[in-house]
């Protein structure tokens, strides 16, 4: 019998050993929450699709489907035989517009000694400005398509497309090495940031809802602080309720798109009640409860009255070197909870002012239910 109790009563020498944090419970206001069904969802203009500004045969991508990229990264090569012909153009051009300028410059020379007329010295250089205009107007065509005219030397009929935003590749729309016309879209890019959660709010909550209260995601095994950015103004059709969406606070977590999660709406804080720290809580007994440490000056004489009866039913054990009985220094208290937040919980059961173990409340736990089966054990 010995050699039984002896492991037992070093695991709870153990569990007595353990420093238990306690506070009091205090007032503290509160809002109500609602549990909302919610969604993971992209705005419309949260895609964008990379389009070709001219015909041509695609060479190569730079990307796969689900690779991330960053303004201005390569999507796509593109051999354009009208990119080609629009690069000779400006090349031939810009030889062009040299000889007329020459031919301007010569011939105000012989105007300035008085050997030519006005006439043929304007007659210069209105062909000389209209040819730098269709230089220009190229020019500004082969620059919004991200062509360098600066320093071109040679017809080229390379094409690049580049990404307009950071984001992840979503779909590759054209095959490779297929025909492509003018603004066709080669590949959607969907933005990193703007995933939002779609909650789904019943219609007796409509006037109590605000731009910027928290809502609190469960995704997977994390939770995630959002914030209400839109109500829509119409109900879903499907479920009668009210659309509220929400955007995450951490704009570096990657969210699945259309996946279905839990999430939690807080109202604005206005009521009071009596609150704890939600790592206080235990389910003990198919109960939620607190243990609270027993005062000394009235727990006491509560414990030597039990000492007393425990040393009535088992007298002499001690004479058989049976272990003393330790008594349980923590009270169980059944407690309702009635509301809770990020850290604090509001429930029904405890006092303000009381002090409660706020954390580590396992150990307790367990100090009494191996104390239980201690006294079972005999």
């Known amino acids: 019998m010995i050699r039984l109790l002896l492991p037992f009563t070093l695991l709870l020498t153990a569990l007595y050993s353990v420093e238990i944090p306690t506070e009091h419970a205090r007032i503290q206001k509160f809002g109500k929450t609602v549990a909302l069904n919610a969604q993971v969802v992209q705005l419309s203009n949260a895609k964008q699709n990379i389009m070709s500004m001219v015909g041509g045969h695609i060479e190569k991508y730079y990307v796969k489907p689900a690779q991330k990229v960053k303004k201005g990264d390569r999507i796509a090569l593109i051999e354009s035989i009208m990119l080609s012909q629009m690069t000779a153009e400006y090349i031939s051009l810009q030889e062009q517009y040299r000889a007329l300028n020459k031919n301007y410059e010569s011939t105000k020379k012989l105007y300035d000694r008085g050997m030519t007329s006005q006439q043929e010295l304007n007659n210069q ?24 005219t600066k320093g071109l030397k040679k017809a ?39 995933s939002y959660i779609k909650s789904f709010l019943p219609l007796e909550y409509a006037s109590k809802v605000k731009v910027g209260q928290r809502v609190v995601v469960k995704y997977g095994k994390r ?36 996946a279905y999660v839990g999430a939690t709406l807080y109202f604005d804080a206005t009521e009071e009640f009596v609150a704890v720290k939600k790592s206080a809580l235990s389910f003990f ?94």
């Open 223 to 258: 939770e995630l602080m959002s914030h209400v950015t839109q109500i829509m103004p119409e109900v879903d059709q499907t479920t009668q309720r009210i659309v509220v969406l929400s955007s995450i606070d951490d704009k570096t977590v990657e969210l699945y798109i259309n």
């Open 156 to 194: 080229s009929s390379d094409y690049t497309l580049y990404a307009h935003s950071d984001g992840k590749v979503a779909e590759i729309l054209q095959p490779l090495h297929s025909v492509i016309n003018e603004e066709t879209p080669i590949v959607t890019i969907v933005k990193r940031s703007d």
């Open 125 to 148: 250089s209105i062909k000389r400005d209209a040819m730098r205009s269709q230089i220009n107007a190229l020019r500004s065509q082969l620059n919004t398509m991200g062509i360098k």
């Open 285 to 378: 007994n198919n109960e939620w409860v607190v243990f609270l440490p027993v005062e000394e000056e009235h727990g006491g004489k509560e414990r030597g009255k039990r000492k007393e009866k425990k040393d009535d039913d088992h007298a002499g054990h001690d004479e058989h070197g049976e272990h003393e009985e330790h008594e349980m220094p923590y009270e169980v208290r059944v407690v309702e909870i009635i509301v809770e937040d990020e850290e604090y919980a509001a429930v029904r059961g405890i006092e303000a002012g009381e002090a409660y173990v706020s954390d580590k409340s396992y150990y307790v736990k367990s100090m009494i239910l191996k104390s239980s089966l201690g006294e079972h054990g005999h």
